[in-house]
């Protein structure tokens, strides 16, 4: 069955240091996102991305945050002067669909671990 | 306030046991779904519920949505060490985000 990928699975950084986290998004799917789940905490909506724009994003999501698709493939989420804060755990996922009457759930990768120093 | 609540926050059984987990929204239920997560892993998609009164199994886990209640639940049937983990509900926001329940740490022991 096609799975979201995500590298690297881990990723220690020095705070203020700039880091790029990549996906591989399920190859039919239209729709791409990004998570952070804090440990020990919920999973927070970080933002979508539909037709090479950002389609919605949270408050989390400001301007130290940037998403990209570089090519066919890869979604990436470049953090730019990382902050301790940023420490977390960072999902991608991707659906064929989007809308509250979408019958297509989100499908998730596995995550990469953000630790900042 | 979270908008979508869920009980109980951890629950320990021993094996083979039935178990239930609540999922409460505070708005409108457009569709609810549910995940698993293994300690520090990715989210497992298990089923999505749409219709009010919807009820979906996958093996020995079934799911009902109660529209008017706001209210899913997700019930184990015998349960295995292997159901182990955390169970996420998650709701569509709009037309892109999703939100997620607090989770429910289950732990299943042999």
Request: glycine letters at 8%.
């Amino acid at each position: 069955e096609p799975e979201v990928t995500q590298t690297p699975s881990h990723q220690v950084t020095q705070m203020g240091q700039e880091v790029i986290l990549r996906c591989v998004p399920i190859s039919n799917h239209l729709y791409f996102y990004w998570y952070r789940q804090i440990l020990g905490q919920k999973v927070e909506f970080l933002v979508s991305f539909y037709n090479n724009e950002i389609s919605e994003k949270s408050e989390i999501f400001d301007d130290q945050f940037s998403v990209e698709r570089p090519d066919g493939s890869n979604f990436t989420l470049k953090i730019r002067s990382t902050k301790l804060e940023d420490s977390a755990m960072y999902f991608c996922a991707s659906s064929p669909l989007a809308g509250e009457w979408s019958n297509q759930p989100q499908h998730f990768g596995d995550g990469t671990r953000l630790s900042i120093l | 306030s979270q908008e979508l609540e869920q009980s109980p926050q951890s629950l320990i059984v021993q094996e083979g046991k039935n178990l239930t987990i609540n999922c409460t929204s505070s708005k409108t239920l457009y569709g609810l779904y549910w995940y698993k997560q293994k300690y520090g892993e990715g989210l497992i998609f298990l089923m999505m519920l749409q219709k009010g009164g919807e009820e979906k199994s996958h093996e020995k886990i079934t799911a009902k949505l109660d529209e008017k209640k706001q209210q899913s639940s997700l019930h184990i049937t015998a349960s295995q060490p292997s159901h182990a983990g955390i169970y996420l509900c998650g709701a569509p926001r709009g037309t892109y985000k999703y939100i997620f329940g607090t989770g429910t740490r289950l732990k299943v022991l042999a």
